[in-house]
């Protein structure tokens, strides 16, 4: 059973009252600690698919509070081995104050965690460009031989997963610092793929009738499905906590391997062809954002206050309308093109 310890230092508050607030959760253990300051330092041992619900009641309870502050662990290990909580039986109606949490039960993650791991793999620094290059660099490799196993090989690298589902979490969480930092980072990503696979093009003459070529640069239903299916499986492996890595490994191959080659065609003269390899990619991105955005609606992922709620709403379903409309758009001019 996966757990999460609870740290929280609340100012002037008994445990009397922390205890009222959280006495309906399924807490494993609970110590306290007054301090002669009036600190109330509070541990909590939870199964980690109800630490959301707990996080959401303290920081809505003692957010505004000075000097509050909560710190989730994981928890690697608990000895004695803690029993699971007794499942209470369901109520017929359940109280619209638990609507929140009950929405997320989808989701075992809690939000604020949820936030941190994704938010950290959307960062565009050296090391996220390094390894966008060095995936960039081994796909070229398995491209141009029309060897599968490379390819997978660059995929497992997966660097761009996270930039993708942190755009979507940003749109359903009407976030727009974490939107622009993801942005910042997949356009980096992509200047970086562009511009080794347009200097490998130039060097190594690429031919569009080269074995394997001919099926990555025309899309067609099989890609997009795929491309749906890798959003949604980046999306649970985060909510889940599921090996992202791994997961990442179906993201990368809707989106490494066209953009690749369209730089590989690109260098090498080859411009229709490297057109149709973009708007492949393309059309691959906008389907695993729109299907990670569906998707973490789906589980529950929503701001913790009611304003922030309707906001969030409002920005996701702008985001769904821009994205299917930039999809027809985009399937028109594939359709275009091939005719």
Not at 329 to 339: D, K, P, R, T
Request: charged share 15%; aromatic share 6%.
């Amino acid at each position: 059973m996966a757990l999460r310890l609870i740290e929280a230092y609340i100012p002037q508050v008994s445990w009397e009252t922390v205890e009222g607030i959280v006495a309906e959760k399924p807490l494993l253990s609970a110590w306290h600690e007054e301090s002669d300051n009036g600190y109330l330092h509070l541990r909590i041992l939870i199964p980690y698919e109800e630490s959301s619900p707990v996080l959401d009641l303290l920081e809505q309870r003692f957010s505004h509070v000075e000097g509050f502050q909560m710190i989730v662990l994981p928890v690697e290990a608990s000895i004695p081995r803690p029993e699971a909580p007794e499942e209470k039986p369901p109520e017929e109606e359940p109280a619209a104050s638990d609507a929140a949490a009950q929405a997320e039960a989808g989701a075992k993650v809690a939000r604020e965690e949820l936030y941190e791991d994704i938010a950290e793999t959307a960062k565009p620094c050296r090391t996220y460009l390094l390894m966008v290059a060095l995936s960039a660099i081994v796909a070229g490799i398995g491209i141009l031989r029309n060897n599968t196993a490379i390819i997978v090989g660059a995929m497992v690298i997966a660097p761009l997963l996270g930039p993708n589902v942190a755009l979507a979490l940003a749109t359903t969480l009407a976030d727009g610092t974490l939107a622009r930092r993801a942005l910042k980072a997949l356009g980096e990503g992509i200047l970086v793929v562009l511009l080794i696979s347009v200097l490998w093009g130039l060097v190594m003459k690429v031919d569009p009738a080269m074995p394997g070529m001919p099926e990555r640069i025309q899309v067609g239903p099989g890609d997009s499905a795929l491309a749906l299916a890798s959003g949604c499986a980046g999306v649970l492996a985060f909510t889940t906590g599921a090996p992202a890595t791994l997961v990442g490994v179906m993201v990368a191959v809707a989106l490494l391997p066209p953009l690749v080659t369209s730089g590989l065609l690109l260098g090498s003269g080859h411009w229709t062809a490297a057109q149709g390899a973009l708007l492949v990619f393309l059309t691959n991105v906008i389907c695993v954002n729109l299907s990670g955005i569906v998707t973490f609606l789906f589980q529950g992922v929503r701001p913790l206050t009611w304003w922030e709620t309707q906001k969030a709403r409002r920005a996701t379903r702008i985001a769904i309308a821009i994205w299917v409309l930039l999809l027809l758009a985009l399937s028109g001019m594939i359709l275009l093109s091939q005719n």
